[in-house]
């Protein structure tokens, strides 16, 4: 049978992963969901999205595009999750543990569900109770930007069942897709989550007037807290300065297509924090992420020095200058 992926998301990284699967050579079908009929009408007139990564060329079937999710699920062996984690709840309120029954469910959010506190795997297992052998984690070094330049990416797919994975990946590959394997599940989400916030740190420091040299130190810094944190969540044995983990902290942090980081420089700019939100109109997973990682790290304790920062900036009022200066103080 010819496998069927489902994409559930409109925005940037949505459209370039439909890129990828399109110019991948393996056989399959590919639906696509997003909530804007306007958007899908679009697509199926002038074949590219009209609001995120307008240069793409898109040529799915018009009865493969469609704002019925659960007519999109129903066609689907695999899913792919790409909304923002503040919007996962509401956008599948109508779907049920056995719409998603016996499918394959990948997360490419990189976020966390803020009422519940959840990377979205433990989410999709608590509420939905899927099993973590069929639930895989999408993430980079890779920005939606340079797929839709053809630039040479990496993507790692992470899955406890190592087949799987390898299995999806065959779907991704193209001649600038290159693809890894872990089965590190909560290691890669939780570090795609947290790369997020060092991100707006690292756009808040370059907006108070930091230079390179104090950027290498606050990244090297991250890199440490990523570890420390995982670690003491799901401790495995797990190599820190893989792809997955340090290279995507790098590209989120320096890069310019970088949503968090130009975030958090507007912030340290002295944007407020709502009207830097509204000037972007897109979503910067790390404001979420920030709250729901301080949360969580009560039960753990583990030192977190840049994500306490960041917090007393975007939660508790602190000045950026005044935050960032304490926080140079405890880094090394």
């Known amino acids: 049978m ?122 999709l297992n608590e509420k939905y109770g899927i099993p973590y052998h069929d639930i895989l984690v999408l993430s980079g070094p890779c920005h939606a930007e340079e797929v839709a330049l053809e630039k040479l990416s990496y993507l790692t797919i992470a899955c ?45 420091c370059h907006g108070v007037g930091y230079g390179d040299n104090f950027q290498a130190v606050l990244i090297s810094n991250a890199i440490r807290e990523i ?18 983990y340090l290279g995507d902290l790098l590209v989120t942090a320096y890069s310019q297509f970088s949503r968090n980081r130009t975030f958090g420089n507007m912030v340290g700019k002295g944007y407020t924090v709502k009207s830097a939100q509204l000037e972007m109109n897109m979503i910067a997973e790390g404001y979420y992420a920030t709250k729901c990682i301080h949360l969580k790290n009560k039960q753990y304790e583990v030192d977190m020095p840049i994500c306490d920062a960041v917090y007393k900036i975007l939660y508790e009022g602190s000045t950026p200058y005044k935050a960032m200066k304490l926080l140079t103080e405890k880094l090394n």
């Open 2 to 123: 010819i496998p069927k992926i489902a994409m559930i998301g409109g925005g940037s990284w949505a459209t370039s992963i439909i890129k990828m699967l399109s110019d991948n050579t393996t056989e399959k079908d590919i639906f696509w969901w997003m909530r804007n009929d306007e958007a899908i009408d679009h697509i199926k007139k002038f074949k590219h999205n009209p609001n995120y990564i307008s240069s793409v060329e898109i040529n799915l079937p018009h009865h493969h595009l469609s704002s019925n999710l659960k007519e999109i699920i129903s066609n689907a062996d695999y899913i792919i999750l790409n909304v923002p984690a503040a919007f996962l709840k509401n956008t599948l309120a109508g779907i049920n543990s056995a719409d998603l029954k016996g499918k394959k469910i990948i997360s490419a959010i990189k976020g966390i569900v803020p009422e519940d506190n959840l990377i979205i795997g433990e989410f």
């Open 160 to 204: 406890t069942d190592l087949e799987l994975a390898t299995k999806f990946a065959t779907f991704l590959k193209t001649r600038y897709i290159n693809t890894n394997i872990s089965d590190d599940i909560f290691g890669t989400e939780y570090a795609a989550v947290l790369k997020n916030i060092y991100a707006v740190a690292s756009g808040i």
């Open 227 to 244: 570890s420390r944190f995982v670690d003491a969540v799901h401790p495995i044995n797990r190599d820190i300065k893989e792809s997955a």
